[in-house]
């Protein structure tokens, strides 16, 4: 079956744009998580809803970004006035119910340059 | 002291050799733990969870001892297919935040013909 899908996959911005990242999480699944990935770490936890709701923002870096899932399915994540340092992988994951025990599915992620 | 801490590799090791990796964490409350394997330039990939009583699939085995807050996984007769970053991944803990996972830095690995 299909999974989660990001788009788009690449993106290349100059520093002061804003960027919208797309997830398609895996159809039914109720939680949908972003981490962000920089070069050479491991994914670091962004932001959480559950459906609609955000519960859990607190890995946000800066009110410049900012993330939505208003319908419950598709999440955008916005980063309003790109700076250099927000160059990194976005990595969006599901998981079919809200559990510390559920698999967490990824996306292949959004590769986004800020030059 | 971060998180999740694991071995900082890179390992290069030669097929059918056997290698392991070891994590430490610093949340007590973790109640669930993980190993992620990452492809280069791909998305991160459940190999496997973590019990108290120890889980093996096939040639990877892992461990966990809470007292020591460490986690291990072991594979045997490495394969080139092997090759990719595993990623140690621990829970928030009990409680509401529970669904939050706490990733290692990753470590290489590179089995060579």
């Known amino acids: 079956g299909a999974g989660v899908s990001q788009s788009p996959r690449y993106k290349v911005a100059k520093r002061g744009q804003d960027v919208a990242l797309r997830c398609d999480p895996i159809?039914?699944?109720?939680?949908l998580f972003w981490y962000q990935q920089a070069l050479g770490q491991g994914p670091e936890f962004l932001t959480y809803?559950?459906?609609?709701?955000?519960?859990?923002k607190s890995g946000l870096p800066s009110d410049r970004f900012f993330a939505e899932r208003p319908e419950g399915s598709v999440s955008t994540l916005k980063i309003q006035r790109t700076q250099q340092e927000d160059s990194a992988v976005y990595l969006c994951?599901?998981?079919?119910?809200?559990?510390?025990?559920?698999?967490?599915?990824f996306g292949p992620g959004t590769r986004l340059t800020v030059l | 002291r971060k998180e999740v801490e694991q071995d900082p590799g890179p390992f290069n090791v030669p097929e059918g050799a056997t290698v392991a990796f070891n994590c430490t964490y610093s949340?007590?409350?973790?109640?669930?733990f993980f190993w992620y394997r990452q492809d280069c330039r791909k998305e991160p990939k459940l190999l496997m969870s973590?019990?108290?009583s120890g889980n093996e699939d096939g040639r990877f085995t892992a461990q966990l001892n809470r007292a020591s807050q460490y986690i291990s996984l072991l594979i045997r007769d490495s394969k080139l297919s092997d090759s990719a970053t595993y990623l140690c991944?621990?829970?928030?803990?009990?409680?509401?935040?529970?669904?939050?996972?706490?990733f290692g830095k990753g470590t290489l690995l590179t089995v060579n013909p």
């Open positions: 159809s039914g699944h109720v939680s």
């Open positions: 809803f559950q459906n609609e709701a955000q519960l859990d």
């Open positions: 994951a599901s998981s079919l119910v809200v559990s510390g025990t559920d698999t967490q599915y």
């Open positions: 949340n007590s409350a973790s109640q669930s």
């Open positions: 991944v621990v829970n928030a803990g009990s409680g509401g935040s529970n669904y939050k996972l706490t």
């Open positions: 973590v019990y108290s």
